[in-house]
């Protein structure tokens, strides 16, 4: 079992920025592959940015590339999701997720998820 508890969320102005966090508990954190998924209202969940165990691999949306950057601390078994130039459209529940498998956790189907943290961009 793998828990997962996201902080850092916020409201915040268009152009602003919010700093995510995830700590991560239970089995082993540095063997997993970490992702970051958001899910506006009304909207399926969707991909945001992934990181894998070593951190030598990352993955984005085309929505964050370039504005946001998702990094790990094994030593403290935590995953952060940084956010900058932050768009009213970027409004959403952001959920932390993990699987052992980068590709599973770019699509999605990760068994372990967090309960979320919301993320409010006013215009």
């Known amino acids: 079992q793998v828990q997962l508890v996201e902080s850092g969320g916020g409201l915040v102005q268009a152009g602003g920025s919010l700093r995510l966090s995830c700590a991560a508990s239970?089995?082993?954190?540095?063997?997993?592959?970490m992702g970051w998924f958001r899910q506006a209202p009304g909207k399926a969940r969707e991909f945001v940015a992934a990181?894998?165990?070593?951190?030598?691999?990352?993955s984005y949306a085309d929505s964050a590339r370039g504005r946001f950057t998702i990094s790990r601390d094994n030593a403290r078994n935590t995953v952060s999701l940084q956010m900058n130039s932050l768009k009213p459209e970027d409004t959403a529940v952001y959920y932390c997720?993990?699987?052992?498998?980068?590709?599973?956790?770019?699509?999605?189907?990760?068994?372990?998820w967090g309960q979320g943290t919301q993320v409010t961009v006013s215009s």
């Open positions: 239970g089995r082993t954190f540095t063997s997993y592959t």
């Open positions: 990181i894998s165990w070593s951190g030598g691999r990352t």
């Open positions: 997720t993990a699987d052992p498998r980068f590709n599973v956790v770019v699509a999605g189907s990760s068994d372990y």
